[in-house]
């Protein structure tokens, strides 16, 4: 069965304390692995995709890697700002677009 | 960028009565469009997969007669929460892929989300 489990559940952090999020998965054929950005209240916003072991991607403070089980977000020197839940989910080659989601992991960056 | 909308953002209503959702793809045609329900701390759970022009796909466990989906346009899927109850009450959120963008690069476009409380 497809899985993504995310730790840690919460994450408290000092503005400028660099940090990771991580995100195990299992999935029969990886087609995709996505991280999303989820304020309160709001629908999650894409952040990036990964595809294959190895790879990375990086977008301001935030930086993503991919291994063959599991997925880093690194976070450096975070802002106040960058408060939020964010969500890893990946799709399995089989079974359409259906997209597993992960419980998230709620950052709290502290001023 | 791809957007999505999805009305009301927040909705009332009383136990017994039926409430609908609407996700509109703003600026492409989404053939397939999804629809999750959220539970405070918890992540997305998909309830079903919309496609239009044909029935939704439910996901196990999720009652087709409670919550009626229909995507008659390439523009708009509805989820119709029917005969509502406070365990329904939840965060309703929808997204859809545009189908134009190369597979999964993008990840998936979600609406604002729909707060419904049931009293």
Known sequence: ???????????????????????????SGLRGLFWYRQDPGKGPEFLF???????EKEKE????????????LHITAPKPEDSATYLCAVQARTGGFKTIFGAGTRLFVKA | GAVVSQHPSW?????????????????????????????????LMLMATSNEGSKATYEQGVEKDKFLINHASLTLSTLTVTSAHPEDSS???????????AEANYGYTFGSGTRLTVV
Do not use: H
């Open chain 1, 1 to 27: 069965e497809d899985q993504v489990t995310q730790s840690p559940e919460a994450l408290r952090l000092q503005e400028g304390e660099s940090s990771s999020l991580n995100c195990s998965y299992t999935v």
């Open chain 1, 49 to 55: 995709t990964l595809y294959s072991a190895g790879e």
């Open chain 1, 61 to 72: 403070r935030l930086k993503a890697t991919l291994t063959k089980k599991e997925s880093f």
């Open chain 2, 11 to 43: 909705v009332i209503c009383k136990s017994g009565t039926s409430v609908k959702i609407e996700c509109r793809s703003l600026d492409f045609q989404a053939t397939t469009m999804f629809w999750y329900r959220q539970f405070p701390k918890q992540s």
């Open chain 2, 91 to 101: 965060f309703y959120i929808c997204s859809a892929r545009d189908p134009d963008r």
